[in-house]
T-cell receptor
Framework: GAVVSQHPSWVICKSGTSVKIECRSLDFQATTMFWYRQFPKQSLMLMATSNEGSKATYEQGVEKDKFLINHASLTLSTLTVTSAHPEDSSFYIC????????????FGPGTRLTVT | QKEVEQDPGPLSVPEGAIVSLNCTYSNSAFQYFMWYRQYSRKGPELLMYTYSSGNKEDGRFTAQVDKSSKYISLFIRDSQPSDSATYLCAMSDEDNQGGKLIFGQGTELSVKP
């Protein structure tokens, strides 16, 4: 149980285009999902917290207009990177709060974004 | 000072060794402590979860929390090459913002056959 999927697993896009990444909780309902960014050999940096049916809460320094988050249902959250640039190339990981204790999070497999 | 400090390693041990991974933290309000394992280019996988102080054992893994010292540990017994990964500690407090986790930098572990 407690499986989280992400799609796509790897995407290459041209500078200036937008990319959408999906995060799904497959076997449980996730009222809260989190989006992280991870650079090579570094830890996870929380970008935003997404609650179903409400606006996402962004961490300080994260551009809301660039990283659009939508949590449309209890099993799906999306992250759209708008007008992507090479510096947006990174590993994006989502997590969903699990069905057990409130501070357990289950992570997706990650999406590698490369902007050329 | 970072809220959570973790030695990034890399740490290299022979197969069968006991591995000790550690994190220190500064926020005394932290009550929930997690260890995640992350293989290269994969999402983190929850290994152990502990509430407040004490020990928790699961197979070859033991998690320890010492709140008085603000220090947590993960021990891996009889380490295997398949344990080679990056290990991240994470923690949160009860009043926190809906379960937001604070992560350590991660320790890269290599177990040599």
């Amino acid at each position: 149980g407690a499986v989280v999927s992400q799609h796509p697993s790897w995407v290459i896009c041209k500078s200036g285009t937008s990319v959408k990444i999906e995060c799904r909780s497959l076997d449980f309902q996730a009222t809260t999902m989190f989006w992280y960014r991870q650079f090579p050999k570094q830890s996870l940096m929380l970008m935003a917290t997404s609650n179903e049916g409400s606006k996402a809460t962004y961490e300080q320094g994260v551009e809301k207009d660039k990283f659009l988050i939508n949590h449309a249902s209890l099993t799906l959250s999306t992250l759209t990177v708008t007008s992507a640039h090479p510096e947006d190339s990174s590993f994006y990981i989502c997590s969903a709060r699990g069905p057990g204790v409130p501070y357990e999070q289950y992570f997706g497999p990650g999406t590698r974004l490369t902007v050329t | 000072q970072k809220e959570v400090e973790q030695d990034p390693g890399p740490l290299s041990v022979p197969e069968g060794a006991i591995v000790s991974l550690n994190c220190t933290y500064s926020n005394s309000a932290f009550q929930y402590f997690m260890w995640y394992r992350q293989y290269s280019r994969k999402g983190p996988e929850l290994l152990m979860y502990t509430y407040s102080s004490g020990n928790k054992e699961d197979g070859r893994f033991t998690a320890q929390v010492d709140k008085s010292s603000k220090y947590i540990s993960l021990f891996i017994r009889d380490s295997q090459p398949s344990d080679s990964a990056t290990y991240l500690c994470a923690m949160s407090d009860e009043d926190n913002q809906g379960g937001k986790l604070i992560f350590g930098q991660g320790t890269e572990l290599s177990v040599k056959p």
